[in-house]
C-alpha cells in the first residue's frame, strides 16, 4: 500500500470512552491523506471515498495503534537478563555498564539495528524513548528509528552525578551538548523528534535541572524523566533536594513538568505530588511488569484515572522484559487487581477495556490526536489475525479482542500495520 487515503473492510474496534470499546463488524474505517475520516458500514459509504482503494480484511481484528510512553532502546540488549535486584543496584550492576558501550558506535549499530527491527515489528505505532548519553549514539538510534517508519521521541540522557565515571558529563559539558545535538537533529527527520531526557534527579544535579528548563524552553521540545518508581529513590531524592516538598517538585522547579511531559512510574506518588501531575498536565507512564520485575511496587492506575490524570502504558525495557504493549495491558490488569486485594480494596480493578485505551488513547494523546478510529485522527492501526487462538465455539468480535489484550503475545499475527496512513513493512 503506498497511498495514504484508502479504505480498510473488516472488524474494527477502537475505544470510544475510558470504559467502553466500539467493536463493528465488516464495516468500513477510510483514511484519507493519514487522517481517520469515520467508520460507516459498506452500504453506507460516503460517495466522496468511493473511488478509494479497500484493503478487505477479511475476519481480522481492525485496532487502532499501540504507544509505548516509556522505553529504553540502550537496555534491549540485555532484556530478560538481571530481574533479580532492586532499581538501585539494577542500574548500577546491568544498566549502566551496558549503557557505557554505546560510546562505541559499531556496538550502537549492532543494538540499536535489532531495537528498531524488532519495534517496527510490534504493536507499537509510536514510542517515546530513552538513548544514552552519547550523542552520536542518540542520533544514529534516531537515523534507525526514523527508517522503520513508526513515530517517535528520542532521547539524548543527561547525567552529572551518582553514576559511573564513564557515563557522568560535567553539568555545562551535558547542558551544551543536548544544545549541539538539538541543533544538529533539527529538520532532520519527519517522523523522529527530540526530547529532553534527565535520567532522574538523582543523577542530576539543580544546576543541570536549571540548564535543561533553559534548554525546553528554547528549543520549545518534551520532557521524559523518571518519578517516585522506588522507596529507596524516594528517600534518596529527599536527601539531595531537602528543598522540594515533593520528588515532582524536584522537577516542576525548572519547569520540567507540563502536558509535554511524560513522568515514568510514579509508584509513590504522594497526594501533593497527583495534584502537581494533574495541575500541570504531566503524563504518566504506567509500567506494570517492570514495576513487579524490580521489586518497585504497583502503582495505583486506578486513583490517577479516578483524578483525571494523563495516563498511558509503558513497556520499560529493560527493566519490563517484553516489549509487547498486548503483555503491557495484560500486566496492568493484573498488576490492578493485586492492589485492589492486598492494598486498597477502595481502587477497583482495572478492566481489558481500560487497558486498551491506556495503551491506544491515553499514550497516544502524547502525540496528539490518536489513539481513535475518529474524524480527525491519524490514522494508526493495527490488523491482527488472532486465529491462532483456538477455540472449540464461536466467540464474538468483543471476546476475541478481549482475548487478544491477554493472549496477543502468544497468537495475535500482525498482518498489517498502519502509522498516520502509511504501512509499516512488516517483512
Known sequence: ???????????????????????????????VGGTCAGVWDAADLPDAYAGLPVVDCGDALVIPG????????PQYAFRGIGMDRELIEWLNTYTFPEEARYRDLTYAERAYSIFADDLRR?????AVVFGTIHVPATRLL?????????VSYVGKVNMDRNAPLSLVETSGASAAATRRW????????ERTRPILTPRFTPSVTDGLMKDLGWIREEFDVPVQSHLSENLSEVAWVRELCPWASCYGAAYDRFGLLGPHTVMAHCVYSSDEEMGLLRRTGTYVAHCPQSNAQLASGIAPVRRYLDEGLSVGLGTDVAGGASLSMWRAMSDAVAASKLRWRFVDQ?????????????ATVGGGSFFGFVG????????????VDDSALRAPRELSVPERLERCVHLGSEGARLVRKFVAGREIDLA
Open 142 to 150: 534516531m537515523d534507525k528509528l526514523e527508517a522503520t517508519g513508526l
Open 182 to 189: 538539538l541543533d544538529d537533529v533539527a529538520g532532520r527527520y
Open 1 to 31: 500500500m503506498t497511498s495514504d487515503s484508502f479504505v480498510l473492510k473488516g472488524n474494527i474496534c477502537w475505544s470510544t470512552s475510558q470504559t467502553e470499546v466500539a467493536c463493528e463488524e465488516g464495516v468500513c474505517a477510510v483514511c
Open 372 to 383: 481513535k478510529f475518529e474524524e480527525g485522527y491519524d490514522f494508526d492501526a493495527l490488523v
Open 66 to 73: 499501540m504507544n509505548d510512553i516509556h522505553v529504553h532502546a
Open 122 to 126: 510490534s504493536p507499537t505505532c509510536r
Open 346 to 358: 477502595e481502587l477497583a480493578p482495572l478492566t481489558w477495556q481500560e487497558a486498551l485505551w491506556l
